[in-house]
């Protein structure tokens, strides 16, 4: 790397590895042009760099691994939730800007001893448990930390150092959670949904109000934790969404209107709001869902413009087993079940084109769901049977002249 340019590993991978927990993206700090040095670290691995020139950071993306360099600087902060003035500077004040002691601590990549620069007894917090933040206004600087601190707190097992605790809740008190844009909240409550278990973090949010800053709905975390004692259940198809799976537990219980709210107060990007409205509007859906009676084809009509992380979340978290099982059974099996014929093979029974073909697949597909057709492909002779039928009652019949003219028209 560039002489003239001391580089540091900084940040999350040094406490991660000094706890030795399993480092995941690599942060650097460059006393000097991090953008350029990012350009030469890409063309030597052959990865991507991403610039912000404007922050002065690069990320190189390099097989697989994300690696992030700021230009060391000084931050000041002219409000709270404002984004910081940034000025180019050494080592000392970029570790002064950070927002606890334990992710304040860096390793010079030159020289011969990996020592350990520590100005603000990150490694004493380390090995006492302590989340504690590097001054009285941290919080008031960036009310985001209010959810980074819980987030590590909860994700580490430590303890959120008592006067630290004292201004957390103080800025809380104030309003500054409500000062944050839609954006940088949205992106921290991600952050937690993201956590290996999110559960443990929400309920701090919880005591601590801060969650109730978010949105005052947000109150029952029944749903929530029942999620995270059956999340290994959770089928392969959906584990890459296990976070939105989360989400859609954390919002069920919301009525529409609070939903809405939610979703503005967040700026919830279109694949969230699909996920909360889904979630709510299916639990409206409960008893239904609980009547022992219910056939799998009105199970699968019922679900199938549901959002499938929605179902997955009430199948693991309802406390009816008869939801749960149908859900599963739902998610595992009955959404794949076929009708045996597609289109082209009713065209060719003489189907006339339009809305009728869609209506007869869906019919089809209800004879198999509910047993009364074999789960076979082909135009067999029942399959055969119940297309003529159906087609002799929709030309018969008195929806059958409507119909027909929509076939007409399609
Ligand atoms: N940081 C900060 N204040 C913030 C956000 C970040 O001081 N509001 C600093 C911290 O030093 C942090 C580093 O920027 O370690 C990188 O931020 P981020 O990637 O969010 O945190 P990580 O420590 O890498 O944590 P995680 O393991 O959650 O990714």
């Known amino acids: 790397m560039d002489q003239h340019s001391p580089v540091y590993l900084v940040g999350g991978p040094v406490r991660d590895a000094l706890l030795g927990r399993p480092v995941k993206d690599l942060d650097f700090s460059v006393e000097g042009d991090a953008p350029a040095l990012a350009q030469r670290v890409a063309a030597e691995l052959a ?3 991403i610039v912000h020139p404007r922050f002065g950071t690069a990320t190189v993306i390099a097989g697989g691994t994300r690696i992030d360099l700021v230009t060391a ?35 010079p990549l030159a020289g011969d001893a990996a020592e350990v620069l520590d100005h603000w007894r990150g490694l004493e917090d380390l090995r006492l448990g302590v989340v504690r933040t590097l001054h009285d206004c941290s919080f008031i600087d960036d009310p985001t930390r209010v959810f980074r601190a819980i987030r590590y707190e909860q994700r580490l097992d430590f303890r959120i150092d008592q006067q630290t605790l004292a201004h957390l809740k103080n800025s809380v008190d ?33 005591d601590l109000e801060v969650l109730q800053a978010v949105h005052p709905a947000l109150n029952d975390l029944g749903k929530l934790q029942r999620l995270a004692a059956g999340i290994g259940d959770i089928g392969a198809e959906i584990e890459a969404e296990i976070p939105m799976v989360y989400l859609a537990a954390l919002v069920s219980d919301l009525s529409e209107q609070e939903g809405e709210d939610l979703i503005g107060r967040l700026n919830m990007p279109e694949g969230w709001r699909r996920i909360v409205r889904d979630s709510i509007r299916l639990q409206g859906m409960a008893a239904e869902l609980n009547d022992e009676s219910i056939s799998p084809s009105r199970l699968v009509r019922l679900l199938e413009d549901v ?16 939801v749960n099982q149908g859900l599963h059974r739902f998610l595992t099996e009955l959404r794949h079940v076929k009708p045996g014929l597609d289109g082209r093979d009713l065209l060719q029974l003489g189907v006339p084109p339009g809305p009728l073909v869609g209506r007869i697949l869906g019919r089809l597909r209800d004879e198999v769901l509910d047993g009364r057709l074999d789960g076979g492909a082909g135009a067999d002779a029942g399959r055969r049977r119940l297309v003529q039928e159906l087609m002799a009652d929709t030309i018969v019949g008195p929806v059958g002249a409507e119909a027909i003219g929509d076939a007409g028209h399609g």
């Not at 000025?87 to 000392?92: A, D, F, L, Q, V």
């Not at 309003?175 to 443990?200: F, Y």
């Not at 959002?307 to 008869?322: F, K, Q």
Request: glycine fraction near 6%; include cysteine; charged fraction near 25%.
């Open 73 to 107: 600087r000084r931050e000041t902060y002219t409000h709270p939730g404002a984004l910081p003035q940034v000025t180019p500077s050494g080592i000392r004040d970029d570790l002064a800007r950070r927002d606890f002691s334990i992710n304040a601590m860096a390793i």
């Open 174 to 206: 104030q309003g500054l959670v409500a000062v944050l844009s839609p954006d940088r909240l949205r992106h921290e409550i991600q952050r937690i949904l993201e956590e290996e278990n999110p559960a443990p973090a929400f309920a701090r949010c919880l």
């Open 307 to 322: 959002s499938v992380v929605a179902v997955a979340a009430m199948g693991l978290t309802s406390e009816d087993a008869w």
């Open 47 to 49: 990865g991507k760099t």
